[in-house]
């Protein structure tokens, strides 16, 4: 039986509610990571308890065991969002790639930037907004790649 404990000091209010994942960092829904190299609950069943530090149980939740139809439901539910994230990832590349061409072409210039000092600043503001938009395009890349990944492990 897998047990994860929350880093001290945590306090949970009544209703909140957190995640815990699997090697994964999800901040916005609690941010804990179970840090294992395998998914606790795969389909086949299961019970979470939540304990308060003196042991006793505070809630429970039960991971069901799927049927054969739901498993295959599940699967090609998994594909489709498989195949939509793989489309994303694919402009995503395409936007990055367009990115970096005009940060390429961006850094080329700044060798030898215009002398007219409204021409610089101006020159300059282009050139932090290609760096930081080439910085949204990769980052964006690396959470789809990641989250297609996460949807691979799924089924398995």
């Not at 009544?14 to 960092?25: G, K, L, S, W």
Request: charged residues 40%; positive net charge.
């Amino acid at each position: 039986m897998a047990k994860f404990t929350f880093p001290s000091p945590t306090e949970l209010k009544p209703r909140q509610i957190v995640r815990v994942y699997t090697n994964e960092d999800h901040p916005e829904s609690g941010g804990y990571s179970f840090d294992r190299g395998i998914q606790i609950w795969n389909n086949k069943g299961g019970k979470g308890m939540l304990k308060d530090d003196t042991g006793k149980e505070i809630s429970q939740f039960v991971y069901p065991v799927l049927t054969e139809a739901e498993k295959i439901e599940k699967q090609a539910e998994l594909q489709e969002k498989i195949a939509k994230t793989k489309e994303q990832l694919e402009e995503a590349r395409l936007e990055r790639k367009r990115l970096r061409k005009i940060w390429d072409e961006l850094k080329v210039l700044n060798a030898n930037p215009p002398s007219n000092k409204k021409e610089q600043q101006e020159f300059r503001r282009r050139f932090k907004a290609a760096a930081k938009e080439f910085d949204l395009a990769s980052d964006e890349e690396k959470a789809l790649r990641k989250a297609l990944n996460n949807l691979k492990s799924q089924l398995e």
